[in-house]
């Protein structure tokens, strides 16, 4: 019947309204290396960073790629709409190929790209410890240069220290053993090296100064010594103490006396020092004359 013909036609209306179609734009982008290889690049619009970021590294068979803008802005933020980056049709990056590197702690390891924005952390850093980079820590880790994690124990519990380019470092893990610098964070300015025991941490400043946190007994502590902490050159570490090299060739230590804490019995032979090794429990410094001083637990070389 008529009735029955129109009702046909209105489930078919009411069907055909209730089908959503999706239209958006493409947006096209440059994206060059710097030997000169170009690729042209489209990506819907609504986009991210991170989109365009795997899009260039699948396009040029590379796996981290750092890209930036004719104006020299790096796009650091993977979850960031490209709208909200700026990054507009026609757009001409440069895509900068970025090594991997890692470090560990005795339970886990971390991974980044110097000059990159993330760190990427797994393992175990302790009871009660995600394996991980938390948000808020992440949301510190602009322009990563180098990561450091505290030395191998036997005990798995750790920390990493990342030295940003700004000389300001970001902390996180065990925070007994490290992971937590709030107590020193105004301190960790200009920083330009990081060594580290097994649950401490030491880092030397641009003007020779040195900076300590983490557990005291592993070196954490340096207030001991830290007027005589001037002009550090280089800073080596055993399980659980330092030996700082300085300026004049000297050597000062402090932590676990019987790791390597405690060079008073060698004190006087510890002159220019142009090198120092260590293992875990005892160091050995390099005279300019060619000859060995060594200190520490006996079984270890000491």
């Known amino acids: 019947s008529q009735c029955t013909q129109d009702l046909e036609r209105l489930k078919i209306i009411n069907e055909f309204s209730s089908i959503r179609v999706c239209v958006y734009t493409m947006l096209s982008v440059n994206v060059s290396l710097p030997s000169g290889r170009s690729e042209t690049l489209a990506v819907p619009e609504f986009s991210t960073v991170g989109d365009l970021q795997i899009l260039a590294q699948e396009s040029f068979g590379q796996k981290f790629l750092r890209l930036v803008t004719s104006n020299n802005v790096a796009l650091t933020h993977p979850l960031e709409p490209l709208q909200a980056a700026r990054v507009q049709e026609g757009e001409n990056l440069t895509a900068f190929v970025q090594h991997a590197e890692i470090a560990s702690t005795v339970g886990a390891f971390t991974v980044w790209c110097s000059g990159g924005d993330m760190v990427v952390t797994w393992g175990f850093l302790g009871f009660g410890q995600v394996a991980g980079v938390s948000s808020a820590i992440q949301d510190q880790l602009r322009n990563v240069q180098t990561v450091q994690g505290t030395k191998i124990v036997s ?49 030397i400043l641009n003007n020779g100064s040195v900076v300590t946190w983490g557990s005291w007994a592993f070196g954490g502590g340096s207030s001991a010594v830290q007027d005589q902490l001037k002009a550090v050159q280089q800073i080596q570490a055993t399980s659980m103490a330092f030996a700082a090299v300085l300026s004049d060739g000297s050597v000062v230590t402090w932590g676990n006396p019987a790791r390597g804490g405690d060079s008073s019995a060698v004190q006087d032979q510890l002159k220019k020092v142009e090198q120092i090794s260590a293992t875990d429990s005892a160091f050995a410094a390099i005279l300019a004359d060619g000859s060995v001083v060594s200190w520490g637990d006996p079984g270890y070389g000491g």
């Open 155 to 203: 005990f798995p519990v750790g920390a990493f220290a990342s030295i940003l380019s700004d000389g300001s470092v970001v902390t996180w893990g065990n925070g007994p053993t490290g992971g937590d610098s709030s107590s020193v964070k105004e301190q960790l300015r200009n920083v330009k090296k990081i060594a580290a025991t097994g649950f401490a941490f030491a880092a």
